[in-house]
T-cell receptor, first 111, second 113 residues
C-alpha cells in the first residue's frame, strides 16, 4: 500500500541546473498537486492537475513546469534552478472531496 | 482571497496537560477544513477533517476540533498530550475548487516530560 511516492528524497543542485521530481500515486486519484514548504510559511501550491493531460498554475508557479502524461504520475520540473527554490517539495493526490494524501517529500538545496 | 491563520507558531506544554492549537480562516463560502500533522522529516498525515454534519470531529488518537462558522475557527484540542504528540500541526482549508488547499503557517507543538 504505497500511497504517494516521491523520488528523489534529497537532491543538491547548482544554480542553473535542471531537474525533474517524480510523483506516483496508486490510489487512482484524479487530482494531483505539487506544494513547497518553507519555514514559517506552511505549504504553498505550485501547480496542480485535475486529470490526465491537464495542468494548472497554483499560487507560486514561476520557475516550475509540470506534466501529467499518465494518471498515476505527476512530474515537477525546474528548468534553471535558483537558490530561492531551495525548499521541501511535497506531492499530494486526492479525489474531488475529502483529504489529500501526501508523499514523504523531496528536500532540494540549490547552491 | 482565502487565508488561514494559525495564531501560535510554537506551543510548549508538559506531558498530560491539555492543549489547544488555534486556527482561523477567512472565507465567504462553504469550505472543508483539515488538520494535518507532520512528524520530523516526514510528510503530512491527515489528523482530522470537517466536511459536513457534526461540527465536532475527532481523531483516533484523542484530538478533536470544532468547526465554528460564526467565528470562522477550527481549533484543535487534546485533553492530555503525550511526548509522542510532539510535531508540527497544520490547519488547511479548501480554496477555489478542485480540492486545492490553503495552509496556515503551522504550529510546532513541543511536549516536555
Amino acid at each position: 500500500n504505497a500511497g504517494v511516492t516521491q523520488t528523489p528524497k534529497f537532491r543538491v543542485l547548482k544554480t542553473g541546473q535542471s531537474m525533474t521530481l517524480l510523483c506516483a500515486q496508486d490510489m487512482n486519484h484524479e487530482y494531483m498537486y505539487w506544494y513547497r514548504q518553507d519555514p514559517g510559511m506552511g505549504l504553498r501550491l505550485i501547480h496542480y492537475s485535475v486529470g490526465e493531460g491537464t495542468t494548472a498554475k497554483g499560487e507560486v508557479p514561476d520557475g516550475y513546469n509540470v506534466s501529467r502524461l499518465k494518471k498515476q504520475n505527476f512530474l515537477l520540473g525546474l528548468e534553471s534552478a535558483a537558490p530561492s527554490q531551495t525548499s521541501v517539495y511535497f506531492c499530494a493526490s486526492s479525489e474531488d472531496v475529502g483529504a489529500a494524501f501526501f508523499g514523504q517529500g523531496t528536500r532540494l538545496t540549490v547552491v | 482571497a482565502q487565508s488561514v491563520t494559525q495564531l501560535d507558531s510554537q506551543v510548549p506544554v508538559f506531558e498530560e496537560a491539555p492543549v489547544e492549537l488555534r486556527c482561523n480562516y477567512s472565507s465567504s463560502v462553504s469550505v472543508y477544513l483539515f488538520w494535518y500533522v507532520q512528524y520530523p522529516n516526514q510528510g503530512l498525515q491527515l489528523l482530522l477533517k470537517y466536511l459536513s454534519g457534526s461540527t465536532l470531529v475527532e481523531s483516533i488518537n484523542g484530538f478533536e476540533a470544532e468547526f465554528n462558522k460564526s467565528q470562522t475557527s477550527f481549533h484543535l484540542r487534546k485533553p492530555s498530550v503525550h511526548i509522542s504528540d510532539t510535531a508540527e500541526y497544520f490547519c488547511a482549508v479548501t480554496s477555489g475548487g478542485y480540492n486545492k488547499l490553503i495552509f496556515g503557517a503551522g504550529t510546532r507543538l513541543a511536549v516536555h516530560p
